[in-house]
Structures are given as C-alpha cells and as structure tokens.
C-alpha cells in the first residue's frame, strides 16, 4: 500500500455502580522503546503499544481510548483522544493541549493544527453533521464546550470560545448520538443531559437523568439514553448508528470485523464501515487502512471518507477528503493515500 508524508506540516465498570476515575498522566521517560519510532520514550517504562478491547467490566466511551497493552506485556491505562466532524478535526497533543484543523462551531483553526487553549483532555467530542460544537472532558472532572450548539449547551454557551457545560467537576465521561444533545456520566453513576428537541429532550441546564449508581451511557441517533445498557460496549465513533458489541461492530443490524471480544473502536463513513482491533489493525468492508499493527485510536467521519489514526508513535495519518482544510496539511485538497499529517511524538500515547 502506497502511502504518503505531507509537506510542511509539522469508563465504566459494569457491575461495580460507579464509573472508574483514571486519573492524571505522568510524563513517559526518554531514550528509544523497542519497535517505537517515537523520541523520548524510555525502553524501561511501560508505553501504549496496542489498544485494549472495551469488555462488561471496562466499557469505553466516544471520543477517548484509555487501556492499552504495553511492550512490557502489560495492561496500562493512558489517554489518547482525538475526534472529527465534518469540516473539522482535534487529537490530544504530545503537549496536553487539544489541537485542532478546520472548522468546529464557527471557528475556523485554520490548515494546520493549532492549539484551542485547552489542555488536561481524557475525551474530546466534535458534534458530528453540522460541526457546531466541540467539548472536552478533563482530567479534573469537568467538561468544557464551545460553539453554537444551543440545544445541547444552553444559550449561555453561544460563544466561539469554551465554556463549562456544566458546575459539575465529577464528570467522568460525555456522550452524543446527534447534533443538538450531550448526556454526561458522573463518577458516581450519575446521567445528566441537556437538549432540546427530539427523543432526548432533557432541557436546559442539563438534568438528572434516573437514579445514580448507573455503569454505563451511551446515545443513539434519535437522541434517547441507554444507561447501563450491558449490550454496547462503545458507541461508534462520529455517530452511534455502529456500536462495539461482543460479537463485533454492529451497524445498523450488520456485524462486522471479528466476533472474539477483539474490535475497540469503529464507525461507519460515507462509503464504508472501518473498524480497529486490538493487534493495532484498522480494516474496513472496503479493505486495509493504515500500517498493521501501529494504530493506537481511530478517527472517522460519518459524512465524508475521511479517517484519521493516532499511532503508538505518537504520529497522525489521514486519508480523504480534506473539508476546510481539517486534516492539518496546510490546504484543502483530498488525501487519496494514508498520510502522515503529524509526525511521530505529536500525539499524546503515554501511560498513567
């Protein structure tokens, strides 16, 4: 497979009635771990090297992947978290500090990756379709948005830059199946939501939903809850029309990828469903994508082609359409091989 560097550019735990806090990260050590391209990576301290599975007792949400297995042959838990909409794309930085290309709710951060100002992410969410907002979970627990996504944040959220979404500082993870509602989990179990219109019409602040003590969340695309729901590990990336269950990526009633507890993340895109599993493999009903064995997390856009994927050299590659410059590469043109848009140690893979 031919692929490309472009030019110029540099938790659930069901079963246990709370929601896991994983915590802050350390910083990983330097010198050269083997078979990591990335600098300043200590061969002695357990790095990512694939992900892990989502399972009943650890499910995973949108936006973030948080356990990996390491060159050690452990189990670690990190944070790599990365999001895209479809005229806009963010990935946590090397740095701590969210970086995006394109357009997210009115803002344009240009062809190149730019910093938003924010750090300390777990989970970044870009509402898909229209791309009028953007929100990020911290490692403190509270959720920041920005946009101008009415529905889902409130009216005192229409603003270009971020905002608390909410007074709560033990948030332990988002989640959304369509453009105008956001629901949030608590460390305790707790579910709130704030939207508008629809199925999920929870209103303005966001509202309790239920009682606490709740393991999982997840929302589809008519916009209702499923708490605790012991059938969906993940909800797709983009949108939840696919879910990680155990038998595979499930879309719309059709399975894909393997039935063996393997697939971590996957989503549909324009043309084609694409799915990662735990060996770092990205497939798609369509073919291969991305180096075998590197991948890390995995970005997809339900209204365009375009994927992106965090290795676990903390590098970004892409492939396909380019909206508004999204993909980092200093234009707008389509990538129409795999890219490298960031180079190796630009994404944030460390281990806790």
Known sequence: MVRAVAIGVVFACLGCGSVKDHGTDAPAGNGDAPGIDAPGIDAATAVPTKPVAPTLADTAYQGSQRKFTTQLGTTCTGRVAASMGGSGFCFLAADDNVKCAGMIGGV???????????????????????DNGMCITKTDHTVWCMGTNTNAFGAGNLSMNFARWTAHSDLAA??????????????????LCGSSVGAGAFGIPPVNQGAAGQTSMWVDTTGALHASDTTVLRAGESRTSCQVKANGLVCSGTAFGPTNGTVVMGSSTSSGTCWLTTDGTVSCNTGPKFAAGKVLYLATDLYSDSICA?????????VGPNNMGKLGTGNN????????????????????
């Open 108 to 130: 344009s951060f240009g062809m190149s990756f730019g910093t938003t100002g924010q750090a300390n992410a777990e989970q970044i969410m870009v509402m898909f379709g229209q």
């Open 333 to 352: 043109l389509t990538l129409t091989t795999e890219t490298m848009v960031a180079p190796a140690g630009s994404a944030h893979v460390a281990c806790n």
């Open 174 to 191: 988002i989640a959304s199946g369509t453009w105008d509602q956001i629901c949030g989990i608590t460390t305790g179990g707790q579910i």
């Open 310 to 318: 965090i290795y676990n050299d903390g590098a970004v590659w892409c």
